[in-house]
């Protein structure tokens, strides 16, 4: 399976800067950059907050989440945007 998608990179707000909205922006101009494809995103499944972001743009969540291999015991989730597909 294929996904035929953008990625949303890596986002990380400074602890002083949370609840300002910059998620949003960021999460935003990412999806205003896609060119009509949809867009993937991954977060720490503990990360509720982020996980309100992108349900807020439209993303849902897909799949069954799974350890990250970067990080042993932190897990991750996924979300995609509308317009994501798999082929």
């Excluded at 609840?19 to 503990?46: E, F, M, P, W």
């Excluded at 849902?60 to 509308?82: C, D, H, M, Q, Y």
Aim: glycine share 10%; hydrophobic share 40%; charged share 20%.
């Amino acid at each position: 399976v294929r996904a035929v998608v953008g990625v949303v990179p890596h986002v990380v707000v400074g602890e002083k800067l949370k609840s300002r909205g910059i998620s949003h922006l960021l999460v935003s101009g990412a999806l205003s950059q896609r060119d009509r494809k949809g867009v993937y995103a991954t977060s720490n499944l503990t990360n509720l907050r982020m996980h309100r972001v992108l349900e807020s743009r439209g993303f849902i969540r897909a799949g069954v989440p799974w350890e990250s291999k970067l990080n042993k015991g932190t897990f991750l989730a996924l979300f995609l945007s509308p317009g994501a597909r798999h082929e």
